[in-house]
Nanobody, 130 residues
Protein backbone atom coordinates (compact mmCIF):
# COMPACT_ATOMS: atom_id res chain seq x y z
CA UNK A 1 0.00 0.00 0.00
CA UNK A 2 1.31 3.38 -1.00
CA UNK A 3 2.27 5.64 1.90
CA UNK A 4 4.41 8.73 1.67
CA UNK A 5 6.72 9.80 4.48
CA UNK A 6 7.47 13.52 4.47
CA UNK A 7 10.01 15.16 6.72
CA UNK A 8 12.08 18.30 7.16
CA UNK A 9 9.42 20.87 7.93
CA UNK A 10 9.42 23.24 10.86
CA UNK A 11 9.84 26.85 11.93
CA UNK A 12 12.44 29.02 10.22
CA UNK A 13 13.17 32.73 10.16
CA UNK A 14 12.70 34.78 6.98
CA UNK A 15 15.71 34.34 4.75
CA UNK A 16 16.41 30.91 6.14
CA UNK A 17 16.47 27.50 4.49
CA UNK A 18 14.81 24.12 4.87
CA UNK A 19 15.00 20.85 2.99
CA UNK A 20 11.88 18.74 2.70
CA UNK A 21 12.14 15.02 2.01
CA UNK A 22 9.62 12.61 0.60
CA UNK A 23 9.91 8.85 0.38
CA UNK A 24 7.76 5.75 0.33
CA UNK A 25 8.17 2.03 0.79
CA UNK A 26 7.10 -0.56 -1.69
CA UNK A 27 7.26 1.74 -4.71
CA UNK A 28 10.14 3.17 -6.71
CA UNK A 29 9.80 6.93 -6.90
CA UNK A 30 11.92 7.06 -10.04
CA UNK A 31 8.96 5.56 -11.93
CA UNK A 32 6.68 8.42 -11.01
CA UNK A 33 6.45 12.13 -11.59
CA UNK A 34 6.64 13.73 -8.16
CA UNK A 35 5.30 17.08 -7.15
CA UNK A 36 5.47 19.25 -4.09
CA UNK A 37 2.30 21.20 -3.36
CA UNK A 38 1.41 23.60 -0.58
CA UNK A 39 -1.72 24.93 1.03
CA UNK A 40 -1.84 28.00 3.21
CA UNK A 41 -4.82 28.71 5.49
CA UNK A 42 -7.76 30.03 3.51
CA UNK A 43 -6.09 29.39 0.17
CA UNK A 44 -6.28 26.68 -2.47
CA UNK A 45 -3.56 24.09 -2.74
CA UNK A 46 -0.98 25.13 -5.30
CA UNK A 47 1.83 23.40 -7.08
CA UNK A 48 5.30 24.45 -5.96
CA UNK A 49 7.63 22.25 -7.95
CA UNK A 50 7.46 19.01 -9.90
CA UNK A 51 9.95 16.58 -11.40
CA UNK A 52 9.24 14.10 -14.16
CA UNK A 53 9.99 10.39 -13.87
CA UNK A 54 13.53 9.28 -14.55
CA UNK A 55 12.45 7.63 -17.82
CA UNK A 56 11.20 11.04 -18.97
CA UNK A 57 14.47 12.74 -18.14
CA UNK A 58 13.81 14.13 -14.68
CA UNK A 59 12.78 17.51 -16.03
CA UNK A 60 11.60 20.08 -13.53
CA UNK A 61 8.91 22.72 -13.22
CA UNK A 62 8.66 25.55 -10.71
CA UNK A 63 5.96 27.99 -9.77
CA UNK A 64 6.94 31.57 -10.53
CA UNK A 65 6.77 32.42 -6.84
CA UNK A 66 9.60 29.99 -5.96
CA UNK A 67 11.69 30.06 -9.13
CA UNK A 68 15.33 30.62 -8.21
CA UNK A 69 14.75 29.90 -4.52
CA UNK A 70 13.54 26.28 -4.48
CA UNK A 71 15.17 23.22 -6.03
CA UNK A 72 13.58 19.80 -6.50
CA UNK A 73 15.80 16.77 -6.90
CA UNK A 74 15.88 13.00 -6.72
CA UNK A 75 18.10 10.65 -4.74
CA UNK A 76 17.43 7.41 -6.57
CA UNK A 77 19.72 5.30 -4.41
CA UNK A 78 17.66 6.16 -1.33
CA UNK A 79 14.28 6.41 -3.08
CA UNK A 80 13.90 10.03 -2.02
CA UNK A 81 12.72 13.29 -3.54
CA UNK A 82 13.88 16.54 -1.96
CA UNK A 83 12.68 20.12 -2.03
CA UNK A 84 15.49 22.47 -1.09
CA UNK A 85 14.02 25.81 -0.03
CA UNK A 86 16.19 28.91 0.36
CA UNK A 87 15.53 32.60 1.01
CA UNK A 88 12.26 31.65 2.64
CA UNK A 89 9.58 34.29 3.02
CA UNK A 90 6.59 34.50 5.37
CA UNK A 91 4.32 33.88 2.38
CA UNK A 92 5.94 30.45 1.97
CA UNK A 93 4.21 29.39 5.18
CA UNK A 94 1.92 26.45 4.38
CA UNK A 95 1.38 22.73 4.69
CA UNK A 96 3.59 21.10 2.08
CA UNK A 97 2.64 17.74 0.55
CA UNK A 98 4.30 15.49 -1.94
CA UNK A 99 2.30 13.68 -4.58
CA UNK A 100 2.97 11.09 -7.26
CA UNK A 101 1.59 10.50 -10.71
CA UNK A 102 2.29 7.62 -13.05
CA UNK A 103 2.55 8.01 -16.80
CA UNK A 104 2.48 11.79 -16.66
CA UNK A 105 2.76 13.36 -20.10
CA UNK A 106 2.57 17.01 -19.05
CA UNK A 107 4.62 18.03 -16.05
CA UNK A 108 3.16 21.52 -16.19
CA UNK A 109 -0.39 20.11 -16.06
CA UNK A 110 0.60 18.03 -13.04
CA UNK A 111 2.08 21.01 -11.26
CA UNK A 112 -0.42 23.72 -12.14
CA UNK A 113 -3.67 21.73 -12.38
CA UNK A 114 -2.83 18.70 -10.20
CA UNK A 115 -3.77 16.60 -13.23
CA UNK A 116 -2.87 12.91 -13.08
CA UNK A 117 -2.00 12.60 -9.40
CA UNK A 118 -2.44 9.08 -8.09
CA UNK A 119 -1.15 9.43 -4.53
CA UNK A 120 -0.92 12.23 -1.97
CA UNK A 121 1.17 12.53 1.15
CA UNK A 122 -0.24 13.68 4.48
CA UNK A 123 1.60 16.98 4.44
CA UNK A 124 4.11 18.71 6.68
CA UNK A 125 4.00 22.19 8.18
CA UNK A 126 6.48 24.87 7.14
CA UNK A 127 6.30 28.15 9.05
CA UNK A 128 8.42 31.16 8.12
CA UNK A 129 8.31 33.72 10.88
CA UNK A 130 10.55 35.89 13.01
Amino acid sequence: QWQFVESGGGLVQPGGSLRLSCTTSGETLDNYAIGWFRQAPGREREGVSCISSSSRGGTTHYADSVQGRFTISRDSANNMVYLEMKSLKPEDTAVYSCAAGFGILSLQALCTDKRGIDYWGQGIQVTVSS
